[in-house]
């Protein structure tokens, strides 16, 4: 009996402690550090071009492909540009190819608008990352700082980031969110240059009122001539 009760005793201070680790985190303390981290790394970005492959598919079969510019204009904002568009979809002749044209360029439109939506949580300002810190669940697990918040870009929306501890950088951030009225879930993966660099490697975009999904890659990073 009193080895069953020290057991237990032992197990609630675990969870006291625990639970006291959580609630000392500093939210303050927390997001101007991963602000600061996230300008410090910003400013290196800004010294690169690079490409987003994006792969999307409609019914779980490829139906388009678009490569998209990325750059940093002179006053520090990111910039995008389409530059290829290739679809698998065979083009009709007459009347019925120029309404295949109009939905496709519908379709295109649609596409650029979610991606685009994804970039507002990959590019955070400083005020919307303070404000979404102080509201989240902020905890440590598996070695990483998790915190997760809902009306962040989007009212009802969710998101969650996991930060490094050691560089307060990124290394990963989920959403739900809304494009319209269609549900828009993403998983945002990063990575780092050997110097140190923090960049998006990947983006995966689900749209299930659109039977649509996209599979976008960020590739060809170069350091811009000016």
């Known amino acids: 009996m009193t080895t069953m009760k020290t057991k ?63 750059s940093f204009s002179t006053d520090g904002k990111l910039e995008t540009k389409i530059i290829d568009a290739e679809t698998t979809v065979k083009k009709k002749p007459g009347v019925r190819g120029a309404m295949q044209k109009n939905a496709a360029e519908d379709k295109l439109d649609y596409i650029e608008k979610a991606l685009a939506l994804s970039l507002k949580y990959a590019f955070m300002s400083k005020g919307e990352l303070l404000d979404f810190i102080s509201k989240a669940k902020v905890t440590e697990k598996n070695g990483l700082i998790e915190a997760i918040g809902y009306d962040v870009v989007v009212k009802g929306d969710r998101l969650l980031i996991l930060v490094d501890p050691k560089t307060y950088l990124y290394t990963y951030k989920e959403f739900s969110s809304l494009l319209g009225a269609d549900k828009v879930d993403g998983k945002l993966n990063y990575e780092k240059f050997s110097n140190g660099t923090n960049h998006g490697s990947t983006t995966m975009l689900n749209m299930p009122v659109q039977k649509m999904a996209i599979e976008a890659k960020n590739i060809d990073y170069s350091i811009r001539v000016n």
């Open 8 to 70: 237990i005793c032992t197990v609630l201070l675990s969870l006291i402690v625990l639970s006291s680790a959580y609630a000392q985190i500093d939210k303050d303390a927390l997001s101007l550090s991963i602000s600061k981290a996230e300008e410090a790394n910003n400013q290196k970005l800004k010294q690169y071009t690079w490409k987003r492959n994006s792969d999307v598919f409609i019914d779980s079969q490829l139906k388009l492909t678009t490569l998209t510019l990325f």
